[in-house]
């Protein structure tokens, strides 16, 4: 039987993959765009949180790529950027999450005239307002920001610099994402040699839309740690289970894998949960990780990923342990930090048990 929802709710999680402009409050969404005059499909939140997903589910490029049109027309102010901020910290500490990691692309919030240090800084600021309101409602949790550099641009440095000129105030790693296949990771060769000069982390989305080379390049050319996605990895496991060398190494060096399996079905990785990726790699021991990618598009939450996995492999809730722990190790935070958040996750999961 699956772990009911409720009860995932109540375990400590970790999000290492959440959007920040896919995680919006669809409530937030029309008060934002009423304030600034940008039409929506629809002002009812609860029809255009129906539109957000049926778009992001249609199979069309075209509508998923409108999908963030509308949020991050509403997050190009500091107000804005401070209130989504927030808001992502209430929601992730609501579903029970203890650490969250929100990505996002400075150099798309830059409409209303922000630099591209006041929209960190703003973001900044609401992830801190967010916390000290979950902590004085009895639900603590950290949330850090993770600067992300969109690949299909000129390769630049400016994004990785600015991410390590916060690395004590908030940001905890950087990432490229956006279209993968013709826009190798190596692009940002530059970027990612100076966050290693600058023993700075980071994740890269690796084989998610593309196979193997990317994976490949992201881990051999350019070090990342973890790979966002990275569910064509199987692509390199016989039949047998034998691994390849590069899905060997990975699983040697405890690369974690962010893998989002909701997206994942809604991007043609697969047609169901059950055939997801996820159960082979888990039963093959790398260290696989639990995320949600957008959760307004997928219109989802941790919980229910979680929910949605112990359904589709018979997980339990011993199962739903070894995943926030593989997660916790990997986060962009001190060891002693994740070592904190382990023990946290021990204690929560010793509760339900």
Sequence with gaps: MAVPIEVCRM????????HLDGG???STIVAEAAAVGHELPTT???ELADWFYDAADSGSLVRYLETFTHTIAVMQTAD????????????????????????????QHLAGGLTLVEAVEAVRDGLAEGMEVCAAAGRPISARQILTSMRHATPTTEIAELAVAYRHDSVC???????EDGYPPSRFQAAFDYLKRNNFEFTIHAGEAFGLPSIWEAVQLCGASRLGHGVRLVSD?????TLGELAGYIRDRRIALELCPSSNLQTGICSRIA??????????QFRVTVSCDNRLMSRTTLSREFELLSDAFDYDVADLHRFCVNAAKSAFVP?????ALIDRINEGFAAVS
């Design 11 to 18: 375990l400590p999680k970790v999000a290492l993959h959440d």
């Design 24 to 26: 919006l409050r669809a």
């Design 44 to 46: 009812d939140p609860a």
């Design 80 to 107: 804005q950027l401070r209130r989504v901020a927030r808001e992502f910290v209430e929601d992730q500490a609501a579903d029970g999450v203890i650490h969250a990691e929100a990505r996002w692309a400075p150099e």
């Design 173 to 179: 790693g950087f990432d490229i994402a956006g279209a």
């Design 237 to 241: 496991i016989a039949p047998d289970g």
């Design 275 to 284: 055939d997801h990726p996820f159960g082979l790699l888990a039963k093959l």
């Design 335 to 339: 060891f002693d930090q994740r070592l």
